[in-house]
Each structure stands twice: as structure tokens, then as C-alpha cells.
């Protein structure tokens, strides 16, 4: 079976699994990505949290994992951010290869890359709005904005660099990343 054809029928696989596992989530809250896009077993969420900055509420944002997983790095997740407030695409874009910089990313090249490839991922977003990421390890991801298709990125350490902006211990929201992991206790 060609990558292609691969890629297709674990998409539809994530879909119904992330389809599933969102449905206890109010429907006006997060926008699911079409079903024929999404994979591989079903997802379900292992924690959710909120994202403030000065005390401003910047997002919700949930992690799905596949049933039976034993850590996102290793196996397919996604990331389903609800944000509270408009922000321009560019800056999700500047943040986003900020944090990737922090986290130890030091090649001007490789970043530059990066930056257009999450350009086209990462568009501007209103309040109310989703984003939805699903990474595939050591493949690359997937990017929707309400239930559209942005980008596929076939880029494995482009993928898990945007990632580990909330999952890597290194985050600069441990707490967040505590939650999303279902470390606090609060895990459903």
C-alpha cells in the first residue's frame, strides 16, 4: 500500500476515533475535523485545560489520545484548542517558533522552514473559534480550522518541536501540560 493510501485510511481511522472521543464536548465548542480526514483507533481525552496570560484567557484546549496509549509521544494525538479572543495568524505563527527556539531549536534555516510551513497551518483565529493539530510520530501532522483541512506537514521533527510547545516538561506551562497528561488528578 503506497504512503499516500496509508495516510488516507489512518485519516479516516483518527476521524471516527476523535469523532467518538469529542462527543462529550458541546458541539458549539469545538468543531471536528471531517470525519473522512481524520485516525488510527479511537481517541479519547486524557486532560483539557485553559491557557491565560496576565490573568487573560487566551484558549481552552484539550488532548485526545489513541484508547490504550501509554504516552503521546509515542503514539498518535491530537491537540483541540478552542481560543477566547482573536489573534492574527502571524503571531500564533511567531509564538509558536519562539517556544520552538526555547525548547532548543537553534538552526536559523530550519526554523525559517518551519515558519512557512506553520504559516500555512495557523490562520488567524476569532474568538470562539478551533484548532485542531493531530500528530502522527514520526510521520509529521495534520492542522484544521473549524473542521477545514489547513496543512498536512510531512515533517516528523517539525511536528514534534510544535508539540512538545505543551507537552515537552520543558513547557512554560507545567501546570497546563500537567492537566493535558492527566497528571493532576483531574484526568477523565
Not at 490573568?55 to 498518535?76: I, Q
Request: aromatic fraction near 6%; charged fraction near 30%; include cysteine.
Amino acid at each position: 500500500m503506497n504512503a499516500t493510501r496509508r495516510r488516507a485510511r489512518f485519516g479516516a481511522c483518527v476521524a471516527a476515533g476523535l469523532a467518538l472521543a469529542l462527543q462529550v464536548m458541546p458541539l458549539h465548542a469545538y468543531v471536528l475535523p471531517a470525519a473522512e480526514a481524520l485516525a488510527p483507533a479511537p481517541l479519547r481525552v486524557l486532560g483539557e485545560g485553559e491557557m491565560r496570560w496576565l490573568g487573560f484567557k487566551l484558549y481552552d484546549v484539550r488532548l485526545l489520545v489513541a484508547a490504550g496509549a501509554s504516552a503521546p509521544e509515542a503514539d498518535p494525538h491530537a491537540l483541540a484548542i478552542r481560543y477566547a479572543r482573536d489573534i492574527d495568524g502571524r503571531r500564533l505563527v511567531d509564538t509558536s517558533i519562539d517556544e520552538m527556539r526555547r525548547l532548543g531549536e537553534r538552526d536559523d534555516a530550519t526554523l525559517q522552514r518551519w515558519r512557512e510551513e506553520l504559516a500555512r497551518a495557523l490562520p488567524s483565529v476569532r474568538a470562539g473559534d478551533t484548532l485542531v493539530g493531530l500528530h502522527q510520530p514520526g510521520e509529521g501532522a495534520r492542522f484544521w480550522h473549524e473542521g477545514r483541512l489547513t496543512a498536512e506537514i510531512d515533517d516528523p521533527e517539525l511536528a514534534r518541536a510544535f508539540f512538545a510547545i505543551w507537552l515537552d516538561a520543558r513547557t512554560r506551562e507545567p501546570e497546563l501540560r500537567a492537566r493535558l497528561l492527566g497528571l493532576d488528578g483531574r484526568a477523565q
